[in-house]
């Protein structure tokens, strides 16, 4: 075929078309890219309209903050942005959280202002939540049955574990497990803002296996025997467990009892959970670290009620594994003694 | 009957995308949990529809054949993305109830079904009144649907709350696959007996006339 015969050809003119057409195309969603762009500021500012609706809020009434990575991730929830309020609303916090272990362990982000105050002394002290937003969802498909009276009333019954959307009497939305990441992303905001705008810093920042132990928890040290009063964080369904747990110097569990059982009093099928709990999990006597770490990955946690045999391994787990470290802490001469 | 009723009446009803040709199944069993995301899907349907409708019924002649399809696809990608990208500026939380499903029009079937089937063969005027019949259709169907689905599934119409008795599973995809069979079911009862009538007032038509011709024909016959 000789470059004239090709210039003429079919295959030629359908490359010449298909071209021209991408070029236009691209060309065109360039501009239009340029035109209609929405910057990471009108976003925000679209955002925080949300929060404070019929409110004139710019961008002067507010300042974005480093994230500290440190206190931003858990395995209940996301920090992603935290905003601090200026003017008129010093003292309050916007923060992006995405809240975890929803409805077939999928997410839900929301923005949470938190209100905070200064008491007697000039120290900053976590006030409530004033509003929570929710802005986007995975896999959440009853999302919609959430109202914003039934985040309000999640609010309104905060306690000392903090929020939860599981054994709340008056909050039937037929999507408790969204309204519970929503509760793990309001728990997020005021641990956040607690810890990092507040300064209370939690007793057991350095420890190991932390992630399902409240700041409620308290160590006392018996001669080379430790006792712990460890409070649990909620897990999904599973409410707080308080269980007290006393390890021996050979690191393994010499007392083992659990006060407030977490799986009690959820709101139907509260007893059936209880029962599925798994025997092992009910008394963990005997148990050393190296033991408690083979259940994580046995399957032995899976009887139905997972979470909250998992709240149990991970306190025994928590209490086995910083023996050491809670002897040297709260021990005689120990530096939180 | 005049063209342009004929392919809106075509187009809304006898070949309505989403009850009789079962196209664009994916954002209709996405969208009709709820009326105004189906609703606004169905309008940008609309938009969309139209304008490929329209521009690739001008390039009809420019388009080789072989090339046809890619050419399409070009067209409504750089169209849908277009309207992502209004929406997003200009109607976010539009924008962000249609979410991924937007983008999905690229390949909803109803878009290339009626480039393939209508555009490239018609005129650009001809091609938009199809575009914007079709879409009505869709729309109509979808809304339709979506309330179905929204009023039995949370009790509520376009967000208001009317009823406190729900069924929950009419909020999700498997509960709009039910809507939508029963739907179409209706949907299809109604053609058929409409067109039906219609048969049988044209049979009893011509066998009036036929009649009216034998009787002439005797007539005819007995003056001869």
Sequence with gaps: MTAKQFFKSTAFKCIAVLLSIMLVCGVLLTFCNALFYVTDEERTARAIAKVFPGEEVTTADYTEDALNEEHAETVNYEVTAAYSMTGEREGMYLLTVVGLNGYQSGTVTCWVLVNTTLDGEGNRQFDGIERVVVTGNEKQSFISKISDSAIQSVIDKQDSDGFTAYNTTGISTGATFSLGAIANAMNGARDYVNRVYCGAISDYADYEYNDYISDATTVTVDGTNVNYTIVTTSNGPANAFTIEITVDPDGRISAYEIKVNGSNGTAQDGQAYLDKMSAIAKDLTGQNLASLEAMLDDGSLSTGATRSNTLCVQAALFATANYERALEDFGQGGAQQ | ?224
Excluded: W
């Design chain 2, 1 to 224: 009957m005049n063209k342009y009723k004929k392919i809106t009446i075509d187009g809304i009803i006898f070949n309505n995308p989403t009850f009789m040709l079962v196209l664009g199944t994916c954002p209709t069993l996405g969208l009709i949990s709820s009326a105004l995301p189906a609703l606004e899907m169905g309008l940008a349907v609309i938009v969309i529809l139209t304008l490929s409708n329209m521009l690739i019924s001008a390039m009809r002649k420019l388009i080789p054949n072989e090339v046809r399809i890619p050419c399409y696809i070009v067209i409504i990608a750089t169209l849908v993305t277009l309207i992502r990208m209004v929406l997003d500026k200009f109607l976010p939380d539009v924008y962000e109830a249609l979410g991924n499903l937007l983008a999905l029009i690229v390949v909803n079937c109803i878009i290339l079904g009626r480039a393939e089937a209508f555009a490239n063969k018609h005129t650009v005027l001809e091609s938009a009144v199809d575009g914007i019949a079709t879409g009505i259709g869709f729309t109509m169907a979808l809304t339709v649907m979506g309330i179905i689905c929204e009023f039995i599934g949370t009790g509520s119409l376009f967000g208001f709350k009317i009823m406190d008795f729900s069924i929950g599973m009419f909020s999700t995809p498997a509960g709009a696959f039910i809507v939508y069979g029963l739907s179409i079911c209706a949907f299809t009862a109604i053609i058929d007996r409409f067109q039906r009538a219609k048969r049988v007032k044209a049979n009893k038509l011509a066998r009036e006339n036929l009649l009216d011709g034998e009787n002439l024909q005797t007539v005819e016959e007995g003056n001869a």
